[in-house]
């Protein structure tokens, strides 16, 4: 319990008391002027009636506040939920656009990966034939030159020995 509530629960009790120790003077008749008239009425217990339909008023604004209050939490909570399932839609569909993307690019490295696998290999298949030209041309200029120089020496010391 609240402490107003307390502190309202509290004064009621102590009016009740203070009406009970002093009932006989609540209900003693008095001369009441209404404006125009007058009437021999109780006072005490006018003020009790008065007091009651004030308390229960007062509570009945307070019982209709608070219902106000929670219908107006409750299309809140309402609206955050729509709120928040329509964010978690979007997030969704982001992350959704995001993967197609991230799909996509790795398909395109994955293109480009293996079209310059392709050119490395062509290009190294060209370099490996020229380097067997390459090596073939230089193998036949080698083999004539060592004929050369072999006709050389043997065609030099056949001379010499003649001489």
């Known amino acids: 319990m609240g402490t107003r509530s307390l502190a309202a629960v509290v004064l009621l009790i102590l009016l009740a008391a203070f009406a009970a120790a002093n009932w006989g003077a609540f209900t003693?008749?008095?001369?009441?002027?209404?404006?125009?008239?007058?009437?021999?009425?109780?006072?005490?217990?006018?003020?009790?009636?008065?007091?009651?339909?004030?308390?229960?008023?007062?509570?009945?604004?307070?019982?209709?506040?608070?219902?106000?209050?929670?219908?107006?939490?409750?299309?809140?909570?309402?609206?955050?939920?729509?709120?928040?399932?329509?964010?978690?839609?979007?997030?969704?569909?982001?992350?959704?656009?995001?993967q197609a993307a991230l799909d996509a690019a790795t398909q395109r490295l994955s293109a480009q990966i293996e079209a310059s696998q392709?050119?490395?290999?062509?290009?190294?298949?060209?370099?490996?034939?020229?380097?067997?030209?390459?090596?073939?041309?230089?193998?036949?200029s080698l083999a004539a030159a060592l004929a050369e120089f072999d006709q050389r020496v043997t065609g030099g010391t056949g001379q010499g020995a003649q001489d």
């Open 28 to 98: 003693a008749p008095t001369q009441l002027t209404l404006g125009v008239t007058s009437v021999q009425a109780p006072l005490g217990v006018l003020m009790l009636g008065v007091c009651a339909l004030l308390v229960l008023g007062l509570g009945g604004l307070a019982l209709w506040v608070h219902t106000r209050s929670l219908m107006e939490l409750r299309r809140q909570v309402k609206t955050q939920q729509s709120l928040r399932e329509l964010a978690d839609k979007a997030e969704a569909s982001r992350l959704t656009q995001l």
């Open 118 to 140: 392709a050119r490395l290999l062509d290009r190294i298949d060209h370099l490996q034939r020229e380097h067997a030209r390459d090596v073939a041309e230089n193998a036949n």
